[in-house]
């Protein structure tokens, strides 16, 4: 099967060979120091972090492959030297042309997401050996269709296509508890799709994907509702287990999958227990946004940060940094800004926030700052913040040891 490694999921979890975390004050200490002759914004990647959090992850899946989310990385050397691990195989990718690119590398690039793209689509159809790496992901028949309307079955190779299934937990008091994707929820509309892909020339079904969003990206030690959540999710999960196992069971009726795909960082020991699941993806946890803080099953170690430089003070307990505005994508709460972390108890103004240019930042810590200090923050989601940075620099302990460019660094901008 694609994606198998020789390890089976009985075997019990090792431990992570990396050394204990340093103290919070001599990180972002020995931090500054490795970036101290460098100006401006500078993002780091921490590597002894980014090694404990990969094989913390390798752990936690007890077994199971993990394909790495490429959206939650976005730097080629970060996902070449994860895929260089034991226990990790396979890209899944964001969208058709990123997984056109990486593929020219990687021999098993699975699309997330459904595309529209008529010039990658064309570019797909045109290359047999891109053909024979990338999987497109589909939830409905007029993604074929499309498909057919670039390209035409008897004139191109036949394409890899993999069904995106609806993980969300739905419920008659609550209703949908998830993230809305696939319109196919259960085993029979799940298996009619299966069927219209199998009688469709120029189409070969290889996988199933099913992304339980309210359990792997649902942080549940974050707050007074955890309980709730916890209940949420045990439910959710029992529910999900059951059903993905009969749609698994169906779809091994119309076609030999290779794969069947689940799970997240938030989520790793629970997808790998069912039987039916045979891969993870998982790519947030590498990097670890300050959204993956509050999880109860792990605590990843902060990989990626940027610093910004005082450039004035607007008042003795203010400084303002010169820029700041990255704002994460999602819902617009507090929680999607970038989290100023170090010098410690700095606080965003309420009226202001992270801004496009400027960000003041409010706290005792300011009164001990000057012009041309640093601020460290942490972004929120993983992988975005290489969307606004070129390069991150790379660092152990308190040297820089190399650069690793992002996609936007090697001029890809994919989204």
Known sequence: MRGRTGRSRRDPPT?????PRRDPAQNWAALTRAIGHLSGPVAVIDVSALRRNALDMVARAAGVPIRVASKSVRVRRVLEDTLALPGYAGVLAFTLPEALWLAEDHRDVVLGYPTADRAAIARLAADDEAAARVTLMIDDVAQLDLVDAVAPAGRRPVLRVAIDADASWRTRGLGHIGVRRSPVHDAGEVTALARAVSARPGFRLVGLMMYEAQIAGQPDAAG??????????????GELADRRAAIVAALRRIAPLEFVNGGGTGSLERTSSEPAVTELTAGSGLLAGHLFDGYRSFQPAPAAAFALEV????APDIVTVLGGGWVASGPPAPSRQPLPVWPPRLRMLGREGAGEVQTPLQGDAARRLGVGDRVWFRHAKSGELAERVDRYRLVEGDRVVGDAPTYRGEGKAFL
């Open 224 to 237: 007074p509702g955890d309980p709730v959540i916890r209940w949420m999710q045990r439910r959710s999960a």
């Open 15 to 19: 431990a992570p060979e990396s050394e």
């Open 311 to 314: 450039v004035r003070k607007p």
